[in-house]
């Protein structure tokens, strides 16, 4: 394997791994919970609430399962696409009194500019595909807001004022926070990107020992260092 894809994932998708996953998983089931919560006061309070929050939860459903398609296969292709960059800059860093001694600076700096804006593009096609999905959750959070304020003043005959305030403080606080929840449970299915990279890793077959194991009878010793030496070659 390239020294740039070990680096790859000794570092980077170590570091979504260990860190960045436990924080994104915690903070979407924190924020889940209290704005299920939320969403239970609302629909006790006016159970009218219950077919725009119905409603919402289709829209939602089918934006996110459309965005993780995209956003996931285009986090996979930017950490390929990470690889090359290292094992370029790696190689360059071990070679470069030779590369200096040919004059070959600028081949190798045009090589290295080609390689990152090949990652640079990945990376801004995923920014922008996670711009287009928090608009659209934007746009959601608004709709719900204006359905539920419309409901609340529609309906005020049937509920007190004090439960219906209380179920539009709750449903508006959910604009500020409903858009990072979501976010952050995209951004679980993608952090399993890396996982998945390191386990494949992980799982790839050992290499053949060296020395033959204790107990091998000697004319079989010839036929099994030629039988390595071709597994070596290949």
């Known amino acids: ?28 089931s924190q924020l889940f919970l209290l704005y299920l919560a939320s969403i239970v006061l609302a629909v006790v309070a006016n159970y009218w609430f219950i ?6 939860a289709a829209v939602l459903f ?38 200096r001694a040919n004059k070959q600076i600028e081949i190798y700096e045009s090589m290295h500019y080609r390689l990152r804006d090949e990652h640079t593009n990945c990376w801004m096609i995923f920014v922008g595909g996670g711009h287009w999905f928090c608009s ?11 359905i ?16 219906a305030g209380l179920a539009l403080v709750y449903i508006n606080n959910m604009i500020g926070g ?10 679980t ?11 494949m890793f992980a799982e790839l077959p050992s290499e053949p020992p060296l020395e033959a194991p204790l107990g091998t009878p000697d004319n079989n010793k010839e036929t099994k260092s030629t039988s390595f030496i071709e597994q070596q070659c290949c």
Request: proline fraction near 3%; include cysteine.
């Open 1 to 28: 394997h390239p020294i740039g894809l070990i680096i790859n994932r000794f570092s980077k998708d170590i570091y979504f791994m260990d860190e960045r996953f436990p924080d994104v998983l915690y903070d979407f």
């Open 51 to 56: 077919i725009p929050f119905i409603m919402m």
């Open 62 to 99: 089918l934006t996110v399962r459309y965005y993780l398609a995209t956003s996931v296969e285009l986090r996979r292709i930017e950490a390929l696409k990470r690889s090359p960059v290292l094992s370029h800059v790696s190689a360059t860093l071990s070679g470069l009194a030779t590369i």
């Open 136 to 146: 659209r959750l934007n746009l959601m959070t608004a709709v719900i807001s204006l």
């Open 148 to 163: 539920a304020t419309f409901l609340t003043i529609s309906l005020k005959n049937v509920i007190s004022a004090q439960v």
């Open 178 to 187: 409903f858009q990072w929840c979501v976010n952050q449970y995209t951004e």
């Open 189 to 199: 299915e993608n952090t399993m990107t890396a996982i998945e990279r390191v386990f």
